[in-house]
């Protein structure tokens, strides 16, 4: 039997190429395969295999000191959902784009972060303040689209790069003294996206700790999250429970759907959220109009 499991950590790390060989070592020997990334600033994965080789791995990446309280978060699915064992060493382990020189990280993490909400305290939150709580999404727009915590804020994001310049926009000067609830898929895009919020201004910060993953396992689809989850492997999306629903809209018939499909251009990377029905026609396969005028010609 086959899992995924999704972890970060923020941790100080001296010798960050010393991990990333560590870790790639690791990982080959137990047939692993996804993707991890290393920075000075700890460590972010996504890897499927066996449960017991999975298990093995865990057990070692927490014996190394710097990583030994790191989450695990399990879920469905399995190697073959990667193509191959990727693990590289970055700058950022996020792509906010130079927004590692906007924090700094300790043993205990991301200095200056929002306070953590497991998803009992969220809703505990939720009860005692109402609609003075504001989820903000810190995913990119596209994600949104097929699911969100209910009535969320969602930045104008295609990138990671763009959040910086959303957050000094003047776009959300009016909850800036409300409790702001950030989230993302595991919970580590919020961890930066926390601090840097409070450093623009914004007084009270909160983040879903384990992010929607840990929500989910929690609540399903039975609290404040609704629609599917956007992944970054061969699933491209999760659901929570059997009663999910259906948020997103076909771009061509605004039908109901949770499909992302590639752009049939190559070289555009965008996705495209289409029903199964158009799916069938390979004229709207693609992103935009200019896409499909770079076929052609």
């Not at 080959?28 to 700890?42: K, N, Q, W, Y």
């Not at 599917?228 to 759907?257: P, Q, W, Y």
Request: aromatic share 10%; net charge negative; charged share 30%.
């Amino acid at each position: 039997m086959q899992k995924i499991i999704l972890y970060y950590m923020f941790a100080p790390l001296s010798d960050p190429e010393a991990v990333r060989l560590w870790q790639k070592t690791l990982c080959d020997s137990l047939s692993l395969r996804g993707r991890i990334i290393v920075s000075r600033h700890g460590i972010n994965g996504t890897v499927g295999g066996d449960i017991d080789d999975l298990k093995a791995y865990v057990k070692s990446t927490k014996a190394y000191p710097a990583f030994k309280g790191t989450t695990f978060k399990w879920s469905e699915g399995s190697r073959e959902d990667f193509p191959r064992m990727s693990v590289k060493h970055r700058r950022e382990l996020v792509g906010f784009k130079n927004s590692d020189d906007e924090f700094e990280v300790d043993e205990n993490g991301v200095i200056g972060s929002g306070e953590h909400l497991k998803p009992k305290q969220l809703h505990e939150l939720i009860a005692a303040y109402g609609d003075d709580v504001v989820f903000f999404d810190g995913r990119n727009a596209h994600e949104a689209k097929i699911g969100k915590f209910k009535n969320a804020i969602v930045p104008n994001t295609n990138t990671s790069r763009d959040f910086i310049a959303e957050l000094e926009s003047d776009k959300y000067d009016d909850i800036k003294d409300k409790k702001v609830v950030t989230y993302c898929t595991g919970g580590i895009r919020c961890e930066v996206i926390s601090a840097m919020m409070k450093k623009r201004g914004f007084k009270d910060v909160y983040q879903v700790d384990g992010g929607i993953v840990k929500y989910g396992e929690a609540y399903g689809d039975d609290g404040f999250w609704e629609g599917s989850l956007r992944v970054f492997d061969d699933r491209m999306t999760v659901n929570f429970s059997d009663k999910a629903k259906t948020i997103g809209e076909c771009t061509h018939c605004a039908g109901k759907t949770s499909n992302f499909e590639n752009c049939a251009l190559n070289s555009c990377n965008d996705l495209v959220l289409i029903c199964e029905d158009c799916k069938k026609n390979p004229e709207l396969l693609f992103h935009t109009p200019a896409c499909k005028t770079a076929v052609v010609e």
